[in-house]
């Protein structure tokens, strides 16, 4: 699998900016069928940082209902990787890549 195609897109919001002060943490919108594996090999020749740890996350798809009668919208599903970095000090500027 190629790099970029395992990791789609960072996460950025709120919820995201404060898990970054407390330890170094990260989010990621990862591919289908990737793995925790390949997403920290991934990281590490992307970015050049190690990682410690990588927590895979499957949103289901959800529905919501339309003002007409009948119609469906849906929410696709999607993956989310969060990952965690070995030393504190490392930071991952997920706009630049190496």
């Given at each position: ?34 793995t ?55 930071t ?7």
């Amino acid at each position: 699998m190629r790099l970029y195609k395992i990791l789609q897109k960072p996460i950025v919001t709120e919820k995201t900016a404060n898990m970054q002060l407390s330890k170094p943490r990260y989010a990621f919108q990862v591919a289908p069928d990737a793995t925790k594996i390949d997403v920290k090999v991934a990281i590490r020749e992307l970015y050049g940082v190690e990682v410690s740890d990588v927590n895979i996350l499957n949103t289901r798809e959800k529905f919501k209902y339309g003002k007409k009668k009948g119609m469906q919208i849906r929410k696709r599903t999607s993956k989310k990787a969060y990952v965690t970095l070995k030393n504190a000090s490392d930071t991952l500027d997920v706009t630049l890549v190496k």
